[in-house]
């Protein structure tokens, strides 16, 4: 799984997106996913929430990976957002956030959702790609460095 297959074009991407804390911003992306993909945002909403209640999903160095299972979905989907000014997103290291990588799955897509939240996990872990992300605020830009950094990656 590609992260081309996940993100399907620039329209995924938001840059400089504003949020005055995680609620906020979970609610922006579940309005942006819901119009994107067609989804229910609300019940969107809530399912975000109540993974971020189980544990935050902030892994530390500035970065999220919101995600959750929607049983409207037939294939993993996501929405990249980077973040005008960092947020408090509870992250395992204290670091306020800026990057976020919100993923979706079908409700019975077990093991092609882990690969998912893999292969994301993985790209976010590349430290020169994430500078690159920290200093682009165009989502045409940041949809190219995400998915050249993949293409790259499976080269080498």
């Not at 991407?13 to 989804?39: D, M, N, P």
């Not at 999903?57 to 409207?72: F, L, M």
């Amino acid at each position: 799984m590609e992260i081309a297959d996940i993100l399907p074009g620039p329209d995924a991407v938001l840059a400089c997106v504003k949020a005055s804390g995680k609620k906020a911003l979970i609610g922006e992306l579940a309005s942006r996913a819901a119009t994107l993909f067609k989804l229910e945002e609300r019940r969107l909403f809530d399912r975000l929430l109540e993974r971020e209640r189980l544990g935050s999903t902030g892994i530390g160095g500035g970065i999220a990976i919101p995600h959750g299972r929607i049983s409207a979905l037939a294939n993993p989907v996501g929405l990249f957002a980077r973040l005008a000014q960092p947020i408090d997103f509870e992250s395992i290291d204290e670091r306020p956030v800026d990057l976020v990588f919100l993923l979706l799955a079908p409700e019975g897509a077990g093991a092609d959702h882990l690969k998912a939240l893999a292969r994301v996990s993985r790209l976010l872990r590349d430290r020169s790609l994430v500078e690159k992300l920290r200093a682009t605020d165009k989502a045409d830009a940041l949809y190219a460095l995400l998915v050249e950094a993949v293409q790259a990656q499976s080269a080498a």
